[in-house]
């Protein structure tokens, strides 16, 4: 079985600069494509923001030029850093990853989520 783990969520001030985690655990042949979710109260799940294993990048439009996606593919661990951010910020982040169980066979998977809280 395969768990993702989000970390770094919280409540932050506007402004402030938090770093996501998200590690992978278990039966991992390899990753391909990973990304960040977003549900913000009321709204629909988005995507935030992904990265394939190569390390190119995507991002939506409304965390364009605040955000960065990276990865380490060696520690099967990702990362979201948030620059100077807004209230408007304010959701859950789910970690999604596309394991590769067997040279066959891929699934995919999602963390749990971790709440950020931008106050102004």
């Known amino acids: 079985q395969v768990q993702l783990v989000e970390s770094g969520g919280g409540l932050v001030q506007a402004g402030g600069s938090p770093r996501l985690s998200c590690a992978a655990s278990g039966s991992i042949f390899s990753i391909n494509d990973m990304a960040w979710d977003r549900q913000a109260p009321g709204k629909q799940l988005e995507l935030a923001a992904s990265?394939?294993?190569?390390?190119?990048?995507n991002y939506a439009d409304s965390v364009k030029g605040r955000c960065t996606i990276s990865r380490d593919n060696a520690k099967n661990t990702m990362y979201l850093q948030m620059n100077s951010l807004k209230p408007e910020a304010t959701a859950v982040y789910y970690c999604h990853a596309v394991v590769v169980l067997t040279p066959r066979s891929q699934t995919s998977y999602w963390g749990q989520g971790t709440q950020v809280t931008v106050s102004s």
């Open positions: 990265i394939t294993s190569y390390g190119t990048t």
